[in-house]
């Protein structure tokens, strides 16, 4: 089994910043990819961004409204991702949920797994 575990959500005003963590941890042979998803009220889940490997390559993705604000980095060794997240604006309020993509032990089968999301908030 495994399990994802988000931190660094809470109430920022705007033009603050706010570092999120998702750790991975269980049966883990490999992770393909890790990232950052959001949903706000009253809308779809979006992608906030991504690193990806493949071989020795990682590709970096970002949704365009947090370009140039957001950063996404990953710690490989510690199967970690974090999302630094600079400017705040209110529009960036959403529960933030971490998606990691495993291949799992002993079935050696890639999954998608969520973490239960972290609430961030902008306002003054």
């Known amino acids: 089994q495994v399990q994802l575990v988000e931190s660094g959500g809470g109430l920022v005003q705007p033009g603050g910043s706010l570092r999120l963590s998702c750790a991975a941890a269980?049966?883990?042979?490999?992770?393909?990819?890790m990232g950052w998803y959001r949903q706000a009220p009253g809308k779809e889940r979006e992608l906030v961004g991504s690193?990806?490997?493949?071989?020795?390559?990682?590709?970096?993705n970002y949704a365009d409204s947090v370009k140039g604000r957001f950063t996404l980095s990953r710690d490989y060794a510690k199967d970690m991702v974090y999302l630094q997240m600079n400017s705040l604006k209110p529009e960036d309020t959403a529960v933030y949920y971490c998606?990691?993509?495993?291949?799992?032990?002993?079935?050696?089968?890639?999954?998608?797994?969520w973490g239960q999301g972290t609430q961030v908030t902008v306002s003054s």
């Open positions: 690193v990806t490997s493949s071989g020795t390559t990682n590709y970096v």
């Open positions: 998606n990691v993509r495993i291949k799992v032990r002993p079935t050696m089968t890639d999954i998608n797994y």
């Open positions: 269980g049966s883990i042979f490999s992770i393909n990819a």
